[in-house]
């Protein structure tokens, strides 16, 4: 089917504009109108009205990366909550069946949050009509909306605290490839650098959100002959998998090595991890309300950067190394 993408590179015009054609706005001129509709029926192109008392379409896509972590679940809740009590509906998929489920017949709208999911994939979504909140990137297009955390300034508050405390030694535990960790790891040697810290590339370990992947970086950490005085985990997960088999193998934290974390997921909380704490429950609440006020036509596209705070516990106490 075709899409709006299609409809503007056709017709020689912007995306914005096709889309404020297809949605009825006056910012358009009669000819360039004329030729965007021309060109949309030509391709058999058939816009969606949105709108919240159609009484047809009151399903919301949410997909994630994966479902066993505890990261998304006060982020969904915080959708569930806030789209509920308007009278719709949540269909939880993952990347692979994201294609599948998007048909504007059935649904009205998509939340993504998933790492998995390629820039391509979620514009095909926005390209059918559906808007689109994604909470994990910024791309260009007039159905999506970015709902993103300032992961730089965040983390760039935690370096600075830990430098101003006296740390001199750091590692940094890298998630994949995707958008928040680029930031994570962007302001983790802005800080040592500003601070005239040396880095070492060895210092650096791959990992991909998950406990395991703590676990790994833990192992490879305590081969060294001698340790970093901090371990910055780019999430939590992978702190606390860190954590843990420093505990296991008699390895004290904090006092011979402090782990920090990013999310502040509630876990961290009993555990005393220092952690950038980002309001998740918060986050999936107004991803729920801005997508319905996009459907009763409140709302608009602009990009929301959502805060993060850094939560100073135990972890990060004990020693300067």
Known sequence: MAGIRDIAEKAGVSLTTVSNVLNKKKNVGSATRQKVLEIAKELGY??????????KRRT???SFSDFDTLYYLDILHGISDYVS???YHILICNGDDLAHYSDPDEVCGCIILSSLIQDYQVLAVADKGLPVITLDRELEHPMIKAMIVSNYEGEKQLMKKLVDEGFKTFAFLSGPNT??????YAAFRDVLKDSGIPFNRNDLYEGDWKEKSGVQAARLIMLR??????????????????????QENGIRVPDDISVVGFDDI??????????????????????????????????DYETY?????VKWRKTALGNRR
């Open 60 to 62: 919301i896509i949410v």
């Open 179 to 184: 958008p928040d960790n680029k930031e994570r």
């Open 46 to 55: 058939t816009h969606k009205e949105q709108s919240r008392f159609d009484g």
């Open 225 to 246: 002959d001698k340790m970093p005085g901090v371990l910055v985990c780019a999430n939590d997960m992978m702190a606390i998998g860190a954590i843990r088999h420093f």
């Open 85 to 87: 009590k308007q009278g």
């Open 266 to 299: 509630i876990i961290s909380r009993y555990l005393g991890l220092t952690t950038v704490s980002v309001p998740d429950y918060e986050r999936g609440f107004l991803a729920g309300q801005a997508l319905l006020n996009i459907l009763d036509r409140n709302g």
């Open 305 to 309: 950067r959502i805060g993060a705070r």
